[in-house]
């Protein structure tokens, strides 16, 4: 089982949409979580972290299920801007950062 | 506030040739990380630096593969000699001093390595 597991993706998805991504992680201990972004071609960047009480980012939304080590993350009323490679990070220690695989999200006019 | 630098963005060599990746951290960021990214996948930890100790190279395959930040500032990533499976991007991070339990890791645009 892989450390890190998401949904394969691709998804497309019309403007206006609200799409969700799915991911699972194996290791218990792991203490930290978050979603990355990446572009086309372009470096991954932090879209934001995962909190076990839920967190909201304008039209992004993230949950954390520590019993169920599941991460999702809820993007509304889809923009053409998201289109992207959405990544499911997990930490297990200070610095230690495992990535998924990634899901493609594209957003159709 | 300049991001991470790496050079060179794109490098095309043939296989058993060497082959040197050079990254310059943001300033004040003591950890450094370099990562391997194939198409599809998410990068994967190559080298993980505090300061100018490799504190994590399980992952480096060392028959090949060698890395150096000697002043704990930039750093160079080699490979000798390549083969075509190295063909990927290489991408260097930072991030700074762990506190109240967050930290972000910043990326570099990385370095995209063809082996033919």
């Known amino acids: 089982r892989k450390e890190v597991e998401q949904d394969p993706g691709p998804f497309n998805v019309p403007e206006g949409a609200t799409v969700a991504f799915n991911c699972t992680y194996s290791n218990s201990a792991s203490q930290s979580f978050f979603w990355y972004r990446q572009d086309c071609r372009k470096e991954p960047k932090l879209l934001m972290s995962?909190?076990?009480s839920g967190n909201e980012d304008g039209r992004f939304t993230a949950q954390l299920n520590r019993a169920s080590q599941y991460i999702s993350l809820l993007i509304r009323d889809s923009k053409l801007s998201d289109s992207a490679t959405y990544l499911c990070v997990v930490g297990a220690g200070s610095y230690q950062l495992t990535f998924g695989k990634g899901t493609k999200l594209s957003v159709i006019p | 506030e300049a991001g991470v630098v790496q050079s060179p963005r794109y490098k095309i060599i043939e296989k058993k040739q060497p082959v040197a990746f050079w990254c310059n951290p943001i300033?004040?960021?003591?950890?450094l990380y370099w990562y391997l990214q194939n198409l599809g996948q998410g990068p994967e930890l190559l080298i993980r630096y505090e300061n100018e100790e490799a504190v994590d190279d399980s992952q480096l395959p060392k028959d090949r593969f060698s890395a150096e930040r000697l002043k704990g500032v930039d750093s160079t990533l080699k490979i000798q000699p390549a083969e075509l499976g190295d063909s990927a991007v290489y991408l260097c991070a930072s991030s700074p001093a762990w506190t109240s339990g967050y930290y972000e890791q910043y990326f570099g645009p990385g370095t995209r390595l063809t082996v033919t």
């Open positions: 300033s004040g960021h003591n950890t």
């Open positions: 995962v909190y076990s």
